[in-house]
């Protein structure tokens, strides 16, 4: 049997390259809307449809819809669902219209092939604005909501093999393809229906016709990441107003919130202030007279049964670093003052064996900690995407006060 060639090899592979383009297949790294810190926008009060519109000029709206689905991930459907309800809220919403109206993007939507699909043909159409070249905003708003209704038939599948690719679309199909290796509740600061939302609100933006290129991924250049990032913004936003409900002590006395579980603060990071920080720079300064960073300092607040010893529940610790990285952990019994104030105390139970020299890294906070009573309220500072933020306060004297944010869990600490 005669073997191909290798400029024949070439030639097929080149080939495959221009088909695969031709059909419209386009594959995207991992997404980094959900990892990103929130662009410092005022948050708007406002929920969807209820204020801020002018009534004679209706809000366009579209609907997402499931055409079919195949999935690696049993039962999927109920989340899938739930994504692309969310989705078409979003893109529906004044909030959305109100944050896409004030960016601009690097012009990547001019396919450089012609269309081989009719429905590609409608939708992908040039839309750059001749005074900036550059893609205004509302034009994406305009190709999102071009539509009443989109069928969307959506694949949920093993790749097989490690990747880095969350998944890819097909604007003749009007199909978005996903790897389910990242579709792990665990793994994510927001909920499944929402990260999987922002990933097809991702690929909706590939199908018509937005494309990566040699512009960097950015939020504020690329169509995709930009519209991620938003979509992130808006999801997050209605879930913080329904959090806030409800006390936040009232999720802690039960432990019925995921995202409420470890409060934490790393200083260099997150700039304390006043009497508490007075107290912390202490630490600090005792950290690094041992020649050591100082991290971390944080609560947790449902911790594991191996971090409970003689009926503590909660572990306050402190993490350092100077070549070897060293968490040290306080056991404490947290105990309630006043369930419906939310004020508590607590005991301190015992160490993780800290030497003499280490316990000096958390010496002033653990004075305070152990001495006085705390409740805890929402704070208004503006956190990654997914964490609540919070105000630890002393009752005794509310100067003395931190900020903190919730995270569901931190690998270094368990
Ligand atoms: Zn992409």
Redesign the pocket.
């Known amino acids: 049997m005669k073997h191909p060639s290798r400029k024949a090899h070439i030639m097929k592979l080149l080939l495959l390259i221009v088909v695969i383009i031709g059909l419209g297949v ?1 594959s ?1 790294k991992k997404n980094k809307a959900a990892l990103e810190p929130a662009p410092i926008e005022e948050p708007k009060p406002t929920t969807p449809n209820d204020t801020g519109t002018d009534p004679s000029v209706p809000l366009k709206e579209v609907k997402l819809k499931m055409g079919t689905l195949t999935s690696s991930i049993a039962n999927f459907k109920p989340t899938a669902d739930e994504a692309l309800d969310l989705l078409s809220k979003v893109l529906s919403s004044q909030e959305f219209k109100d944050s896409i109206a004030k960016y601009n993007y690097a012009p990547t939507n001019q396919l450089s092939t012609p269309r081989q699909c009719s429905r590609a043909t409608n939708l992908n159409i040039i839309k750059v604005n001749p005074l900036s070249n550059r893609i205004d905003g509302t034009m994406v708003h305009d190709d999102l909501l071009k539509y009443k209704d989109v069928t969307l038939n959506l694949v949920v599948r093993d790749r097989g093999e490690p990747t880095t690719v969350m998944g890819s679309s097909s604007f003749c199909t009007f199909t978005i393809t996903s790897n389910d290796y990242w579709l792990k509740e665990d793994d994510m600061s927001m909920t499944l229906a929402e990260e999987y939302a922002i990933h097809l609100g ?2 909706l933006c ?1 199908i018509l016709g937005y494309y ?1 290129n040699t512009h960097p991924d950015t939020k504020t250049e690329d169509v ?1 990441y930009g519209i991620g990032t938003l979509i992130a913004n808006v999801l997050w936003d209605w879930s913080l107003k329904e959090i806030k409900k409800k006390t936040l002590h009232s999720y802690l006395l039960d432990n019925s919130n995921w995202r409420l579980r470890c409060l934490a603060v790393e200083p260099a990071e997150m700039k304390q202030s006043g009497k508490f920080d007075n107290i912390l720079q202490q630490d600090i300064a005792n950290t690094k007279a041992a020649g050591r960073s100082y991290n971390h300092f944080y609560f947790d607040f449902n911790p594991p049964e191996t971090q409970r010893k003689n009926g503590s529940n909660v572990v306050f610790g402190v993490t350092t670093a100077s070549g070897s990285y060293w968490v040290e952990h306080n056991y404490y019994k947290m105990e309630w003052i006043d369930k419906n104030q939310g004020t508590f105390k607590f005991s301190f139970i015992a160490n993780n064996g800290s030497g003499s020299a280490t316990l000096n890294y958390s010496k002033n906070l653990r004075a305070l900690f152990e001495n006085k009573t705390f409740k805890m309220i929402y704070s208004n500072q503006k956190g990654p995407n997914g964490r609540v933020m919070a105000n630890f306060i002393c009752v005794e004297d509310p100067e003395i006060f931190f900020y903190g944010k919730f995270e569901r869990k931190w690998i270094n600490w368990f």
Do not use: L, V, Y
């Open positions: 386009s995207c991702h690929e590939h990566h995709s």
